[in-house]
């Protein structure tokens, strides 16, 4: 029996202004969930030349969720984005070129060619880099919605994870303490059915995994993950409620991954009927669907659109294939605190 609350799809366009959304807002959402997907498909094009070291994942299908959640966001929040969120940075304005220069290990790159190819965060933008051990970047979040509560700042912290990864333990904890603390903070779930090849069924027992939020004490919302304007508004209140004290909410973004765990998953284990029922709610399609019904997106605005995410991702390819090989000398640069980087504000 499901406990949490199941969100409304995005309405009309008058339903948006009362969000705060106007239409360049919206129009900038679309670009943003392009350039998602563009910096994705460059990133695959590059693995297929050799420049791309390890494996690469993506977020195909997430579009929506990580753009809406991050537009959702307040300039001074916080939030640790996984490897299926790429939407984030991007809408949080890391330059495209310098997550391609990371995708390929360079000194560019927001972590200078020190980790994996997709562990990145720009720290001035308000992003915490990931870790593999995903559920771990829980905790982390609620540290930073603790110390918000201690310096009694309002911001909010976002902490995101997969389906699967709300199955370990630091998870239970991360949520535990920040539901007992009443902290400032919001967790986004993910679910896009396989835990790499485990589905959903084999995963948990409760309807929807936002129910659990009850036991902890705070509210569950389940969101359509494909509907970025819902994704939008449902992450808008939970922020607002969390700033203003409310404590945690756990949003349950509905979506399926698009593509295997990796490029060297072939995901032969997912349903052919599931991929192509899940395709025909193509985020970035859906989405465009209803700007032109509900905000007469012209052909004139969307040949603008498309065409300058199309020079800005080929610009950034060019940029970022230039960029240096990292410098060895430079390996244990901010591997260790300074004195000069513990004398601040925040560590007082």
């Not at 360079?106 to 997709?118: I, L, M, Q």
């Not at 090849?197 to 659990?212: F, I, K």
């Not at 985020?283 to 209803?290: A, L, V």
Request: hydrophobic letters at 35%; proline letters at 5%; a negative charge.
């Amino acid at each position: 029996m499901a406990i949490a609350r199941v969100a409304e799809p995005s309405g009309s366009l008058q339903d948006v202004k009362e969000q705060g959304l106007d239409r360049e807002d919206l129009l900038g959402i679309y670009r943003n969930m392009l350039i998602t997907r563009g910096v994705e498909e460059r990133g695959h094009i590059l693995y297929r030349q050799g420049k791309i070291p390890g494996s690469f994942y993506t977020g195909r299908g997430n579009e929506a969720s990580a753009v809406g959640v991050a537009t959702a966001m307040g300039p001074d929040d916080v939030g640790t984005p996984l490897h299926r969120d790429m939407g984030v940075h991007i809408t949080r304005g890391v330059e495209p070129w310098r997550i391609l220069a990371q995708y390929m290990g360079r000194a560019d790159g927001p972590s200078r060619g020190k980790d994996g190819n997709v562990h990145m965060a720009d720290e001035n933008l308000g992003l915490l880099a990931m870790v593999s051990h995903l559920p771990a970047m829980l905790p982390v979040a609620v540290g930073c919605a603790l110390a918000f509560r201690i310096r009694e700042e309002k911001r909010v912290a976002v902490a995101w994870s997969g389906e699967g990864a709300m199955a370990r333990g630091d998870a239970h904890e991360g949520m535990n303490f920040a539901g007992v603390r009443t902290l400032p903070v919001v967790f986004i779930c993910d679910n896009n059915q396989w835990a790499y090849s485990t589905p959903t069924h084999l995963e948990y027992a409760v309807e929807h995994l936002a129910d659990r939020a009850q036991a902890y004490g705070f509210d569950g919302v389940v969101v359509d993950g494909t509907d970025v304007l819902a994704v939008y508004r449902e992450t808008k209140r939970a922020i607002d409620k969390a700033r203003e004290g409310g404590g945690p909410t756990l949003i349950e973004c509905q979506t399926l991954r698009m593509e295997g765990h990796a490029v060297h998953d072939d995901a032969f284990y997912v349903p052919k009927e599931l991929f192509e029922r899940w395709a025909e709610r193509d985020p970035i399609e859906r989405y465009r669907t209803w700007l032109r019904e509900q905000v007469d997106m012209s052909d004139a605005d969307e040949e603008e659109i498309t065409g300058y995410v199309k020079k800005l991702l080929n610009d950034s390819l060019q940029r970022a294939d230039a960029s240096p090989q990292p410098d060895p000398a430079t390996l244990m640069d901010g591997v260790y605190a300074t004195p000069e980087d513990l004398d601040t504000p925040h560590h007082k």
